[in-house]
Each structure stands twice: as C-alpha cells, then as structure tokens.
C-alpha cells in the first residue's frame, strides 16, 4: 500500500511538471540507458514521445527517465526515485554530460557605415569627418557561463574605410579615402533573455594591407599607390542589440544592431597646412584618425 502512494505521488508530480510544460525543447533527457537531445512532443500518462535531432520519434517510458535539463543545462525535472548525482552523471551512450554548459559556432557577416570620430581624432586646418563603408565577416565562438549569460570570442576580418574631407596631397583638395584592412579580436559578454541579446565587449584590431590613398576632389578622383599614411592596430570597444531565430535544438539565425569605436586611432598622415606659389609645401600638421562604425549584422549559430 505504501509503494502504491509513493508511484502514485510520482506520477502527480511528473504529471504537474508535464502540464506545466507542455511542447519544450528539453534539449536534454537523461534515461536509464542513454542521453537523448531533442524535442518533447507529447507528455502522457505513462510516456513521454521526444523528437531526436536526427528528426526520429521515440516513445519512452516514463518511469525510466531520471532528469531533463534545458538548452543551458539547467535541471527542469529531476525523478524523485533517483539520486541528482545519478542524473549528473555523463552516460557512455549519451551524448555527453547535459550539465556542461553549451558552445556555439556562429558565422556573422555585416555592413555599415563608418567615420572618424570628431571628438578624438586631429584634423589639422579644420578639415572634417566624412562617411564610408565599412564591412566584415566573423566567425565566433559562444559559451554558457551560467543562466542566461554567455562569453563571446570572435575573429573577425574587417575593412574599414578610413576618410577625412578637406585635406591636400600634392595639390589636390578634397576627400581622401584610405580603404583599409584588418583581422580583428572579439571578447564580448552576452546576456539573453528569451530570443533577445545584447552585448558589450572589446576588440583588437591589427591592420593587413598598407592602404593606397584616394583623393577626390570637384575636377577628379586620383589615386596613389604610396599610402601617404601609416595604418595603425588599434584597441576599441563594441555595443550590440539583436536577436535569435531557433530553426532547431541545434541551427538558429542571429541579426543585431552594433556600434564600434576605437581608443586609439587606426591611421596617422602629415598633411599640408601650407604650401608655396611653385606648389611645394611648406608646413605640415598631423592627422590622427580614430574610427567608429554602426552597421547591421546576420547570421548562422550552430551547437557544437
């Protein structure tokens, strides 16, 4: 009689769960015998049907499920027969251990629109900031560090358009583009609520090519292969807001808004502030370029 309310106060309370959950990307389902990752479909009396990953159904009794966890490894359920560390255990048929947080690989490409910043960078005879594009293409790493939160750790190659309006090389006045390339480091800090994210971190960039130097003026657009200019590595900080699209327990889309900026400036050129009537030049000022970007990124994430 005493075994007979003990199942019976099992069942009530797996019952309760089940209600309470209804279809749930369990992620993780501890059995006797194996790990499963997938979908739970349906939750009956005596079983439970789960979607694998590999799209098969499977109908398990209840009685030998231990534990379910959710996408994070957080413990959901856990059967009032067993012991937790039973449940923690990592199963030589399983999957591995559902307690570990989990890492993703994303791949991210994005665009936007870039300039130097009129606060901290030098414009010698009050020449002024101009836009340009910028691109990028990163692939990163993501990982659980407790409920909700995630690091972030990106490689990114990304080309930077760094311009200034109103200076002169030999002659000409104008724009001068210096379309740039780097390989830049991401370490950011991810916090998500439900399928929104939003991010903080810092970058390293370290530049590729010394950029050739355009100059485009009223009559003409000219341009020189001497850079006129030392491209610099520099420090930055990054902001972004986005979302996440699950198509699966392991494929999901990713779009955000970010913002960049630099600590220091990405390119340095002496510029003319004065030159002779034979067009030599007399005097020279320092331009110091720091960058800032805002752009719209998408992209893939999937669960290694």
Not at 138 to 163: K, M, N
Not at 186 to 191: D, E, I, K, N, T
Not at 214 to 228: C, G, I, K
Request: charged share 15%; aromatic share 12%; net charge negative.
């Amino acid at each position: 009689m005493a075994l007979l309310l003990w199942n019976s106060k099992r069942v009530s309370i797996f019952c309760l769960f089940c209600a309470c959950l209804k279809p749930l990307a369990a992620e993780w389902i501890v059995t006797t015998t194996k790990t499963i990752r997938g979908q739970i479909l349906r939750l009956e009396e005596n079983r439970i049907v789960v979607r694998n990953d590999s799209g098969e159904e499977q109908s398990l009794d209840k009685n030998i499920v231990l534990a379910i966890y959710n996408d994070d490894g957080r413990l959901l359920w856990l059967n009032p027969s067993v012991k937790a560390e039973e449940a923690l255990q990592d199963n030589s048929t399983g999957n591995g251990n559902p307690s570990l947080p989990p890492w993703y690989l994303e791949i991210v490409l994005g665009a936007g629109l870039m300039s130097s910043s009129s606060w901290f960078s030098s414009y010698p005879l009050g020449s002024r900031y101009d836009f340009a594009l910028s691109q990028e293409l990163q692939a990163a790493l993501s990982h659980g560090v407790e409920d909700g939160s995630q690091l972030v750790f990106g490689l990114a190659y990304t080309r930077r358009t760094l311009s200034a309006n109103g200076v002169q090389f030999d002659g000409l006045y104008g724009v001068a583009f210096w379309p740039a390339e780097f390989m830049e480091l991401r370490l950011g800090y991810r916090a998500v609520e439900g399928f929104l994210l939003a991010e903080a971190g810092l970058l390293r960039s370290f530049p590729i090519n010394n950029a050739p130097l355009t100059v485009e003026s009223y009559s003409r657009r000219t341009t020189f292969n001497d850079a006129r200019a030392t491209i610099h590595g520099f420090w930055g900080f990054y902001l972004q807001l986005g979302a996440i699209w699950e198509f699966s327990t392991t494929l999901a889309a990713l779009g955000f808004l970010r913002y960049d900026h630099g600590l220091g400036s990405a390119l340095e050129a002496n510029v003319a502030t004065q030159t002779a009537l034979d067009g030599s030049i007399v005097s020279t000022a320092p331009l110091r370029l720091v960058p800032w970007n805002s752009g719209i990124y998408v992209g893939l994430r999937y669960r290694i």
